[in-house]
């Protein structure tokens, strides 16, 4: 933890606020493996691209899913004072699923879509303060593995794509898979820092490092 996070964790203690960050399962970090090339980011959006083959989908060698409208991702952010809703309205994605596993999925989060509860809050955050929309239109999480935990949520693993960082995320999440749909349901903070967020805020009103990421993802052809 950061001088910075302690010192808002101090100024929250004495403030008596809570968070809708407390206690939250918070995702594992690491530098993105080296033996992949990083995900290139897409000429075209991924949910528009058409499946190899009108019968794709039901082919029993494998399935190509695109993500579908009823997919959100959104966070909370968090300052000394108050916590701070917000998503982002454009996503798109795709994954293709082989012998009732998942092989591959990819989700794309339009930066400049993004949205809070404050319009204020809404422009900040596109600027260089923050996203830097403008440099860094899009974020990609690129999933990469599933792995079961015996007696707990699957474990999910990829690389994200977020500000021109490239950082493995893995996270719990509850995760049902079949040949004619995809789910990925999750909830889990992030550290901001890890990807040059570094804005700190009002020195009286510091915003916190994690952010609460919320997701459900649904493939289907």
């Known amino acids: 933890m950061t001088f910075r996070s302690l010192l808002a964790a101090a100024l929250l203690a004495l403030t008596g606020c809570t968070s809708e960050l407390d206690n939250k399962t918070a995702a594992t970090v690491a530098d993105a493996p080296t ?3 990083a995900p290139a980011k897409p000429t075209a959006t991924p949910a528009t691209t058409p499946p190899p083959g009108p019968d ?8 190509f899913l695109k993500l579908g409208a009823e997919s959100e ?6 300052k ?7 998503g982002f309205k ?12 998942l092989t591959s999925a990819t989700v794309v989060m339009d930066l400049t879509s993004i949205f809070t509860d404050s319009e204020k809050l809404t422009g900040h955050l596109k600027k260089a303060d923050f ?15 599933i792995k079961p935990n015996e007696g707990g949520k699957p474990t999910v693993v990829g690389t ?20 004619t749909q995809v789910t990925i349901a999750a909830e889990f903070t992030l550290n ?22 919320k997701g459900k993802l649904v493939f289907a052809p």
Do not use: C
């Not at 996203?131 to 593995?145: E, K, L, Q, R």
């Not at 977020?162 to 898979?177: I, Y």
């Not at 901001?192 to 990421?213: C, N, S």
């Open 131 to 145: 996203f830097d929309v403008g440099t860094f239109p899009t974020a990609t999480y690129s999933i990469t593995a």
């Open 73 to 78: 991702v959104s966070w909370v952010g968090a």
């Open 160 to 179: 994200l794509d977020l500000h021109g960082v490239q950082k493995e995320v893995t996270f719990p999440a509850d995760v049902t898979v079949n040949m």
């Open 35 to 37: 033996a992949k090339p």
């Open 56 to 63: 794709a989908a039901a082919s029993p060698a494998g399935a």
């Open 90 to 101: 454009v996503l798109s994605g795709e994954a293709t699923v082989a012998k009732g596993a």
């Open 192 to 213: 901001r820092q890890d990807f040059g967020l570094t804005y700190p805020g009002k020195p009286d009103d510091l915003i916190r490092d994690e952010v609460l990421i």
């Open 80 to 86: 000394v004072t108050k916590d701070h809703a917000g």
